[in-house]
């Protein structure tokens, strides 16, 4: 099979999908269910059309291109990934893998390859936490992790639940029918990028991951006193925002006080009101993303940041309430799957390393219900969720050929 990779026009399909943007270019903002996100999914859905494949949506959004199999009633092999960009972010993250995962099917209908099970190219709705505060919406729902509830139990900033917004962008439906039984897949294999930089450091074209970490997330709220910033004086202050600046560095200390590189935490969003230079700040709300590739070590993490945030309550005479919005498991890839890849890289000569992922991915719930695994292209100075993110079309390709083959093998 002589496999080829129309690396211009995949290069050019990224980049029309990155000026799809409630932000001007180069700024990719593309939140779930806005005008930009539809846009962003019609755009993809017709390139699929294009390609004869057959498209389903489900209630949550998640869309399914299928490419028939000879043997219909096989378990279909999945790819894909997501279309959905934090605000600021770059044009690579989550669009290479349905990008890329579509020019994969492309390049082996140019083939002239017939897979026996078929291959389905999925694309996810919301891995970004953004909008809904919670990672990868659309593979929790799918795999069974997210209660259905959370259609109505889940908000935005502006009080709009999810089962509204989803309505909003045409989709309806319950969300107990979005999960998919376990071996609905016989596997799954996702391609991104890096997001960091090491394969660009060793000069290794591909990553192939056994590993995701497990991220959790906090949102904490603290309520304190506000008052005027001149007339009420220091001692008697209850300043939420100084609550919430003694728990962020507490983030920082507890996982720094685990001594090891694979733990991350972050404070990523903090929402002062009522947000007035002269007014001390009365309430104020913070996000909380912790992460490590060892669960237990994770979990103490987060008991740490329990503490600092009852201490913090005491010493200022502050109300903090800490809802956990998700504390998932590492996910361990399966061999199958990353063998096919290893395979792959071999079979087309390209230099490889294996590696754990310290980003999440909807492979990482993809893999509660399939055999799972990714495959990751270098990042330019392991930037990412930035407007500068960068993946040469040449890296690209690569990882679209090696996953186009991956495809073939479970496939046949
Ligand atoms: C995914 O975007 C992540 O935050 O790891
Ligand atoms: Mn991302
Ligand atoms: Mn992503």
Request: include cysteine.
């Amino acid at each position: 099979m002589q496999l080829t990779i129309e690396q211009f026009r995949l290069s050019q399909e990224l980049d029309q999908l990155g000026s799809i943007s409630e932000a001007p270019p180069p700024v990719v903002t593309r939140v779930v269910f806005t005008d930009a996100d539809v846009r962003g999914r019609e755009f993809v859905k017709s390139l699929c059309r294009e390609a004869g494949l057959s498209i389903r949506d489900d209630p949550a959004g998640n869309t399914s291109a299928r490419w028939q199999g000879s043997d219909p009633g096989l378990a279909p092999v999945g790819t894909g990934s997501h279309i959905d960009a934090i605000p600021n972010a770059g044009r690579f993250d989550g669009t290479v893998g349905v990008l890329g995962g579509l020019e994969a099917i492309r390049a082996l209908q140019r083939a002239g390859f017939r897979p026996k099970r078929s291959i389905e190219l999925v694309i996810f709705t919301s891995e970004e936490p953004t909008r809904f505060g919670i990672g990868c919406l659309g593979s929790r729902l799918l795999s069974g992790l997210l209660d259905p509830s959370a259609g109505e139990s889940l908000k935005d900033r502006d009080g709009i639940s999810l089962n509204q917004a989803r309505a909003s962008a045409g989709f309806t439906g319950s969300l107990a029918t979005v999960a998919l039984p376990r071996g609905y897949y016989s596997a799954f294999a996702e391609l991104h990028i890096e997001q960091g930089p090491l394969l660009e450091q060793r000069q290794v074209p591909l990553g192939v991951v056994t590993a995701i970490a497990a991220p959790a997330s906090l949102k904490i709220q603290i309520e304190g006193e506000g008052g005027h910033a001149g007339a009420v004086l220091m001692p008697g202050r209850h300043d939420a925002f100084l609550a919430a600046a003694e728990i962020a560095l507490a983030v920082e200390s507890a996982a720094l006080s685990t001594g090891s590189i694979d733990t991350v935490g972050t404070v990523g969003v903090c929402d002062v009101f009522p947000g007035a230079v002269n007014s001390i700040p009365s309430r104020v709300r913070i996000e909380v993303d912790v992460r490590d590739i060892d669960q237990p070590r994770r979990d103490a993490v987060l008991r740490q940041i329990a503490e600092a945030c009852d201490k913090t309550a005491a010493k200022r005479h502050v109300k903090i309430h800490s809802e956990m919005v998700n504390a998932d498991p590492p996910a361990q890839c399966d061999p199958i799957v990353v063998n096919a890849l290893v395979q792959a890289c071999e079979t087309h000569k390209i230099r490889f390393e294996r590696m754990i992922s310290r980003a999440y991915h909807d492979s990482l719930f993809m893999s509660r219900i399939a055999p799972t695994a990714m495959l990751f292209v270098p990042s330019r100075g392991g930037v990412s969720h930035r407007p500068d993110e960068y993946s040469s079309p040449e890296a690209i390709a690569q990882g679209v050929l090696v996953l186009a083959e991956a495809l073939s093998r479970l496939s046949s």
